[in-house]
């Protein structure tokens, strides 16, 4: 995938130039610059907190910028509560969606806003900026806290960026005192419905106040072409979702991912003409439910995917749908610590898979996991699963290296095998190549690149 060029990306200038209206110290004062200000206007905030009463509606090319997000605060008025009887949001439309609970609204299709260097606080509220069809939008240096449903929601976003922002706790169960009304899974501290061109970097998302039981989703999108997520730290259970629509050029670099990337489709879904819906690379996966498949036209390359013994309650790439998919799909170069109870489980029909030159090692895990390392649909034609280049090791507890006994017909070449219990059951054919990753694996990920990768171990 070609790489974003950053520093153009994230400071290209405005189409309109920034008129600045005078420094705004009080909220009546916010808000009348807001109303009566013209596109493209300049509203630069002074240090203290402003509490609003009602949404700040921003027009094209406006900039709203604090004095720094530990020293400008916006949040809402304690009469301003808008009802949550909307929630959970419909996701792909509007229709039932209340766009006026949120301290900050885009203007329907206004271009070129900036808000930046200020602390959003909406306990009250269902997210803290929304907006439809905002090009060349530029969201950073933003903390954004304590929101009931998302933290940024937005429709048809293209060329935006969304960078070193804080999401804490942007999103959560919305059962606040409310009668009748029942909670549920967040939409997500970023929630976009088709997303182009846009990137999302060097920002951190934690969750501190529901329990780790709960699902919260760090990135959510529903349908995502030609967009970069790198160098963030995500601290959640499910990380970023890009489930059902068709997706294109999707990269996702060089972040530390505490939860789930999934990114199922019906039946595997469409391949572009690119030959790539997404490519998930040079990240530090901490949790072994680590990757929710199944994607046709999906790379997997030069990960450290870094798991606790103790819990091993997932499989690294997971699939639980029933619709066959053609494929295919590549699994290459990545190391894999302690994976629970398998590296693959793919309950559909998935072909044209390709698990090569990975490194995966395997240690007695708490339960302790005794499955084969890879599981595949008896129904798979498995002339086009192949299995080739990598260092299996198994230390401490033999396992399998497959589940069914159809799978033993995949295509499996010059892998080095230890302590591998089924290995008389296929041929293994040698090759001319040295099994295991092709180069080493170092890279930075995270924040700023606050992580360093260097083969097996990652430290700040």
Known sequence: MKRLPL?????APLLCPAVAVGAVDDTDTLVAAVRDGAEGALIELGAGNFELAAPLELKAGMTLKGAGIDKTIITHA?????????????????????????????????????????TLRAPQLHGAIYGWENENAHLHHLRIQDTLWTGIRTFLLKNG???????????????????????????????????????????????????????????????GKRCRIHHNTIEVNFSIEFPFENDEEVEIDHNVLYGTVSIPKYAGGAVPASGRTFHIHHNWFRDSYAIEFVRNGAE??????????????GNLISAFGRAAAPGPASFHNNLVSNPGRGVVWINEVFNNLEIRNNHIVTRTTATPRTEGLFGFNPACDFKTITIRDNIIECQGQTRPLLRCDESYGSVLQNN???NVSDTERYENRPADRT?????????E????????????????
Not at 87 to 104: N, S, V, W
Not at 192 to 221: L, P
Not at 300 to 313: A, E, G, P, R, Y
């Open 435 to 443: 099994p295991g990753l092709e180069s080493p694996l170092q890279f």
């Open 445 to 460: 990920c995270g924040v700023h690149g606050e992580v360093k990768v260097n083969g097996w171990q990652a430290r700040p």
């Open 300 to 313: 997997i390359s030069h990960n450290l995917f870094d798991f606790d013994v103790q819990k091993d309650h």
């Open 78 to 118: 304690a009469d301003w509560k808008p009802s949550t009887r909307t929630l959970p949001d419909p996701e792909m439309t509007t229709k039932g969606l209340d766009t006026q609970a949120y301290l900050i609204r885009l203007r329907d299709k206004a271009a070129d806003i900036t808000v930046s260097d200020l």
């Open 161 to 223: 960026k969304i960078h070193d922002c804080e999401f804490i706790d942007a999103g959560g169960r919305w059962e606040r005192g409310e009668p009748g009304v029942k909670g549920g899974i967040t939409g997500g501290a970023i929630f976009s419905i088709w997303m182009a061109d846009t990137e999302i970097a060097h920002n951190r998302f934690v969750r501190t106040q529901m329990d780790k039981a709960d699902e919260f989703y760090g990135i959510k999108a529903r349908q």
């Open 7 to 11: 520093v153009a990306f994230w400071f």
């Open 416 to 418: 080095r095998l230890e």
